[in-house]
Antibody, heavy 120, light 114 residues
């Protein structure tokens, strides 16, 4: 059973960088076949893709966030991470890591999500 | 990007009755080479991540009660929940996974008990 777990600060100051890591267990990122993604959900709102990464390092970023986002993978630790720079209150959200197969975009596993609040 | 539009934004249905949620895509998500609709439905309960209910527009995920059904093709899709139970209170999202990335979601439909 694959499990994903987000970790990182729950509070970030405006203009700083939001950094989260997703640790994958029960499956290897390095085995390929899946995209590893970050999705966020603003309070009481819908789901917004941040971006995703393949084990090879190929990435896709949401154009609306592209200038501020970097997603990276550490296959040795079976983790992937997201950095979002120059955050504002509008970046306050629950951040999920998730997985979907490269043969379809159907998300089969999600982390539980972590609330990140941007506030001074 | 393909835009997914759900209707209604919210609805209230009595226990034991039927709930119907619609999803419309801005372009077809039917892949002609395999005749599959690249459309999924997710259920999200408070404090939880979404969970897939239906994929390929009408295939129920393992373990999902058969009161949940999906239908439609091309650009118009429906999620039907028959014999509504209290545990079905949630927000429901459709998602297309047809186009080049990103695989966009609808805005969500909040289902409550009347």
């Amino acid at each position: 059973q694959v499990q994903l777990q987000e970790s990182g600060p729950g509070l970030v100051k405006p203009s700083q960088t939001l950094s989260l890591t997703c640790t994958v267990s029960g499956g290897s990122i390095n085995s390929g076949g899946y995209y590893w993604s970050w999705i966020r959900q603003h309070p009481g709102k819908g789901l917004e893709w941040i971006g995703y990464i393949y084990y090879s390092g190929t990435t896709y970023y949401n154009p609306s966030l592209k200038s501020r986002v970097t997603i990276s993978v550490d296959t040795s630790k079976n983790q992937f991470s997201v950095n979002l720079t120059s955050v504002t209150a509008a970046d306050t959200a629950v951040y999920y890591c998730a997985r979907f197969p490269d043969s379809s975009g159907l998300i089969d596993y999600w982390g539980q999500g972590t609330l990140v609040t941007v506030s001074s | 990007d393909i835009v997914m539009t759900q209707s209604p934004d919210s609805l209230a249905v009595s226990l034991g009755e039927r709930a119907t949620i619609n999803c419309k895509s801005s372009q077809s998500v039917l892949y002609s080479s395999n005749n599959k609709n690249y459309l999924a439905w997710y259920q999200q309960k408070p404090g939880q991540p979404p969970k897939v209910l239906i994929y390929w527009a009408s295939t129920r995920e393992s373990g999902v009660p058969d009161r949940f059904s999906g239908s439609g093709s091309g650009t118009d899709f429906t999620l039907t929940i028959s014999n509504l139970q209290a545990e079905d209170v949630a927000i429901y999202y459709c998602q297309q996974y047809y186009s080049t990335l990103p695989y966009t979601f609808g805005q969500g439909t909040k289902l409550e008990i009347k």
